[in-house]
């Protein structure tokens, strides 16, 4: 679990509260109370859609996880969790740019990484041509810095 120590000494855990608190005062975050709330309602998605769905495939690729007959059927229930995940934010995709607002906020910034590394757990981002143009997008942001994540 992600910990930001701040400078009085504080612990901050988890990564969506890390995310909002480093991100008051940006534009990452709008003012307008609904567009604040849409970027809460994609930073849960994350959490329960992305994470547990599109992670897990690619922690057991990387840790050379034994695939007995139980774990090949929670495979493919990740894999059609993770692809109705990525459907979903196709869909949203569609006809924007970002998710909340014409403009990246902190719901981009809590959604790239997963799909941004899903093809090493195995997943094929090909059917999500918005998707991909998104993460481009998102990679083309000023001060992006790659993922440096163990393989």
């Known amino acids: ?11 901050l855990p988890e990564s969506g509260a890390i ?10 975050l709008p003012e307008d109370k609904l567009q604040w709330a849409q970027v809460l309602r994609w930073m849960f998605f994350e959490q329960y859609s ?3 769905n599109l992670s897990r495939p690619r ?11 139980q774990k090949e059927a929670e495979l493919e229930q990740l894999f059609e969790q993770g692809y ?3 459907s979903v934010m196709e869909r949203h995709l569609s006809d924007r740019e970002f998710f909340v607002g014409d403009r990246p906020t902190a719901a981009d910034v809590a959604l790239y990484v997963y799909p941004s590394i899903a093809h090493e757990g195995g997943f094929d981002l090909e059917p999500y041509p918005a998707v991909r143009v ?9 001060g992006y810095v790659p993922l440096k994540l163990p393989s």
């Open 1 to 11: 679990m992600p910990v930001l120590e701040l400078e009085d000494g504080t612990m």
């Open 19 to 28: 995310l909002l608190y480093l991100a008051e005062g940006t534009p990452y």
């Open 50 to 52: 992305l994470l547990p």
């Open 59 to 69: 922690l057991w690729h990387m840790w050379e996880v034994e695939i007995t007959p």
């Open 84 to 86: 109705r995940a990525l």
């Open 134 to 142: 998104w993460l481009e997008r998102v990679a083309a942001l000023p």
